[in-house]
């Protein structure tokens, strides 16, 4: 719930896959720029999120990264 607020803001085609088990969201992002990724990142902390990201990795578009969004801060 805390997540999907912040994620349904995020321009159409931002989110590429959905996964969630065991209490883990995993979410593949595609973004314009790594700032961007910050930004949201910081964004879902902020919820009381915690938020593991894995590599950024460029692509011709933009960047696009995994979050693993899990309940109780940062960890």
């Known amino acids: 719930d805390q997540a999907s607020s912040t994620l349904s803001k995020l321009p159409t085609g931002s989110v590429a896959a959905l996964h ?3 209490g883990r969201l995993d979410v593949d992002v595609k973004l314009r720029t790594e700032a961007d990724i910050t930004n949201l990142q910081q964004h879902l902390q902020s919820k009381g999120l915690s938020i ?3 590599d950024i990795r460029k692509t011709g578009t933009g960047v696009e ?3 693993a969004i899990l309940s109780g801060g940062i960890q």
């Open 20 to 22: 969630y088990e065991s």
């Open 65 to 67: 990264t995994r979050l």
């Open 52 to 54: 593991r990201l894995s």
